[in-house]
């Protein structure tokens, strides 16, 4: 049973750009929900996703946006990318409100 | 908004000898998670304390829960180097769908 993946791994952006990060949810889970996790912080919460709707969204700008796929997989999209959103990115999935599962991340830098 | 605070956010064990990292929140939860995270890495799970008075252990670690003190305490008993790591706390508040992060606790186990 193949639990939380996340692609790619690793990413390198410049300024300005935009990217998409990708979340496949652990078999049976229906909710994805995305962190962002600065260097030597701990994870913010950035959006929830449920029935492939924006179910809660954390204090983000709408730079960052994303999509529920009807597999349940997800996506995470940041436009216009700062030095700012340079972090680790973690995907996590439970079934509704139950315990969240957490991939591997991925980890983003803007030059 | 729920507020969680660990303590200390940085701390050197010696090895052989006993530690607490310190949780606290601000309001009432539904859950609380302890996690692990080696540097580069994701999220490890280590305990789920779903109610007051819960006690988990696992190896030298233990975790407990006191939902009227809005406290849990994680353990750590005769500390050995594998420990080092950045421990987190995690709050699940009833009013929303998030997780709610304490700042880590950055782990170093010296000889």
């Known amino acids: 049973d193949a639990g939380v993946t996340q692609s790619p791994t690793h990413l390198i952006k410049t300024r300005g750009q935009q990217v998409t990060l990708r979340c496949s949810p652990k078999?049976?889970?229906?909710?994805v929900s995305w962190y962002q996790q600065a260097l030597g912080q701990g994870p913010q919460f950035i959006f929830q996703?449920?029935?492939?709707?924006?179910?809660q969204r954390g204090n983000f700008p709408d730079r960052f946006s994303g999509h529920q796929f009807p597999n349940y997989s997800s996506e995470l999209n940041v436009n216009a990318l700062l030095l700012g959103d340079s972090a680790l990115y973690l995907c996590?999935?439970?079934?509704?409100?139950?315990?969240?599962?957490f991939g591997p991340g991925t980890r983003l830098t803007v030059l | 908004e729920l507020k969680v605070e660990q303590n200390p956010l940085f701390l050197s064990m010696q090895e052989g000898k006993n530690y607490t990292i310190y949780c606290n929140y601000s309001?009432?939860?539904?859950?609380l998670y302890w996690y692990r995270q080696d540097p580069g890495k994701s999220l490890e799970s280590l305990f789920v304390?779903?109610?007051?008075?819960a006690v988990k252990q696992e190896g030298r670690l233990m975790a407990s829960l006191d939902t009227k003190a809005r406290l849990s305490t994680l353990h750590i008993t005769a500390a050995v180097h594998d420990l080092s790591a950045t421990y987190f706390c995690?709050?699940?508040?009833?009013?929303?769908?998030?997780?709610?992060f304490g700042a880590g606790t950055t782990v170093t186990v010296r000889a």
């Open positions: 996590a999935s439970s079934l509704g409100d139950a315990r969240p599962f």
């Open positions: 078999s049976g889970h229906d909710t």
């Open positions: 996703y449920y029935e492939e709707e924006e179910r």
């Open positions: 309001t009432t939860s539904d859950r």
């Open positions: 304390l779903l109610s007051n008075g």
């Open positions: 995690a709050v699940d508040s009833p009013d929303d769908y998030k997780l709610s």
